[in-house]
């Protein structure tokens, strides 16, 4: 039976945290808004799902934070920034987002069925070194029942090759696969998040999900940040070229092509009602 994240209520310090993502590949539960805040990006997710269409939302949504005002102040949240600082450092270049959505089909059978194969991220991203950190970040609550992503602790020390899935459904670009053992799917944990919550992964994390067998949608927004030493040497699986932007600290290394911001960067949450 798989395990779930602590809630991580009595939150350790920056350094256990750092220590512990190191261990796992992973760090959940990290509380980054309110009700108030975490309610307000639903609100403007719901606008954006109405305009763009659910097919289109369950994987099509990329790079939103170059339009979307609401997504950039989410890749750029001074608390998201600080979670990421504390595992990559001072220097943090905001590489790309994308929203991953999963409707509700209790049955697991339709179209939504939908699920997230056994993956490391970095596999077929082209970086060098093979090195990024995702921030996930829950627009819903997402648990078990409506499929919230799964990670294998400890996996994340070397990557591994991956297949194709077998399973029709899998939400990733190229439908990829990386086959694991009986007694490493034992160890898996659901990352259970609050809406207004994040976890952390290590790019080379083993992780996935299940389909949402729920009643209710779960979107995620997934933010990817490298430090600047990391370069770009191929195409990524999606061939869209990676549009990095600094978002703290300085790049003293130059490998990207800076990308200016798209929108001023807010110092601290965005205040009550405004745009
Ligand atoms: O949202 C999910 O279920 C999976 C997310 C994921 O695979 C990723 O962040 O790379």
Redesign the pocket.
């Given at each position: 039976m798989s395990k779930s994240s602590p809630a991580l209520e009595n939150a350790p310090g920056a350094e256990e945290q750092a220590a512990r993502f190191r261990r796992d590949g992973y760090l959940a539960g990290i509380r980054v808004q309110g009700a108030a805040e975490s309610d307000r990006v639903r609100l403007r997710f719901d606008q954006l799902e109405a305009a763009e269409g659910r097919e289109r939302c369950q994987i099509g949504l990329v790079d939103r934070h170059f339009d979307q005002r609401f997504a950039w102040d989410i890749a750029t949240h001074p608390a998201i920034l600080g979670a990421i600082e504390g595992v990559i450092g001072p220097d943090i270049l905001l590489l790309a987002t994308?929203f991953?959505c999963?409707y509700p089909d209790a049955a697991g059978t339709g179209p939504a069925g939908r699920?997230?194969a056994w993956?490391q991220?970095v596999t077929y991203w082209g970086l060098e070194p093979p090195f990024a950190v995702?921030a996930?970040y829950a627009v819903d609550d997402?648990d078990v029942e409506n499929?919230?992503?799964?990670v294998i602790p400890g996996t994340h020390r070397a990557l591994r090759p991956h297949g194709k899935a077998e399973r029709p459904g899998n939400?990733?670009s190229i439908n990829q696969e990386v086959p694991v053992l009986p007694e490493e799917e034992a160890r898996a944990v659901d990352v259970c998040l609050r809406a207004g919550e994040i976890s952390l992964?290590h790019g080379m994390l083993i992780?996935?999900?299940n389909p949402n067998r729920s009643g209710r949608r779960?979107c995620?927004m997934?933010i990817?940040y490298i430090p600047p030493h990391v370069r770009v040497i191929a195409e990524n699986s999606m061939r869209r070229p990676w549009a990095a932007v600094l978002v703290r600290g300085s790049d003293r290394f130059g490998h990207h092509s800076p990308r200016p911001a798209p929108f001023p960067q807010r110092r601290s949450p965005e205040p009550s009602g405004a745009e």
């Open positions: 994308h991953f999963k699920f997230v993956h991220d995702t996930w997402a499929g919230c992503m799964r939400l990733l992964h992780h996935g999900s779960r995620g997934t990817r």
